[in-house]
């Protein structure tokens, strides 16, 4: 089956940091892979997306790279703020019968102090 | 800017009890799902939904959840006996079409519910 495994948070940064919060999954077929952000007391919101190998989604900032060879989609930021302090989902779409429904990884929270 | 809302924001009730959590998705969207997330893990699917009825289930949609659109705005998930395990944070999320692509989900805040 489909899977996607993040790396535990927290990540605690300081204001200005490099950000990479590792993403990798196992899927059957060609699927397509999201990064979603969840600001504290919202919904999770789609920060950006990739749906073939090498592509890069990127958004606010944020960027992260379609790796089939090594089956990640790690999210980078050169400079984090304490605006991005949230949880980040890493997802998948592998559709398979004509089921668009998305695979999550658990989460990884970042807390950036200023 | 539009968006999916879901009340209440928390909800405890005690093993045993119905609960019923209300979500209003976006207005033209025609696509509506349940997910939920125990506490430290992965965010699940539960169930989708569209033109009455639902379009795909998981494992986890046991006979003990329902869901319902009982009007043109609110869509609904019911737990008829709550358990222990069901302590979790439950997603409502809408997209506008399903078929053909992986089209965005836009998703609501989440109900905290607590079994006790």
């Known amino acids: 089956g489909n899977s996607v495994t993040q790396m535990e948070g927290p990540v605690t940064l300081s204001e200005e940091a490099f950000l990479t919060i590792n993403c990798t999954y196992t899927a059957t077929g060609y699927p397509s892979l999201f990064w979603y952000v969840q600001y504290p007391g919202e919904g999770l919101q789609l920060l950006l997306k990739a749906t073939k190998a090498d592509d890069k989604g990127s958004n606010k900032g944020f960027e992260a790279t379609y790796r089939k060879e090594t089956t990640s989609f790690h999210l980078e930021k050169g400079s984090v703020q304490v605006s991005d302090s949230a949880v980040y989902f890493c997802?998948?779409?592998?559709?398979?019968?004509?089921?668009?429904?998305?695979?999550f990884g658990r989460g990884t929270s970042l807390i950036v102090h200023p | 800017e539009p968006e999916v809302t879901q009340t209440p924001s928390h909800q405890v009730t005690q093993m045993g009890q119905e609960v019923i959590l209300r979500c209003v998705p976006i207005?033209?969207?025609?696509?509506f799902y349940w997910y939920r997330q125990i506490l430290g893990q992965k965010v699940e699917f539960l169930v989708s939904f569209y033109n009455n009825e639902i379009s795909e289930k998981s494992e986890i949609f046991d006979d003990q959840f329902s869901v319902e659109r009982p009007d043109g705005s609110n869509f609904t998930l019911k737990i008829r006996s709550t358990k222990l395990e069901d302590s979790a944070m439950y997603f409502c999320?809408?997209?506008?079409?399903?078929?053909?692509?992986?089209?965005?989900?836009?998703f609501g805040p989440g109900t905290r519910l607590t079994v006790t």
């Open positions: 207005s033209n969207h025609l696509y």
């Open positions: 999320a809408s997209s506008e079409r399903s078929a053909g692509g992986p089209y965005e989900q836009y």
């Open positions: 997802a998948l779409i592998a559709a398979s019968g004509g089921s668009y429904i998305p695979t």
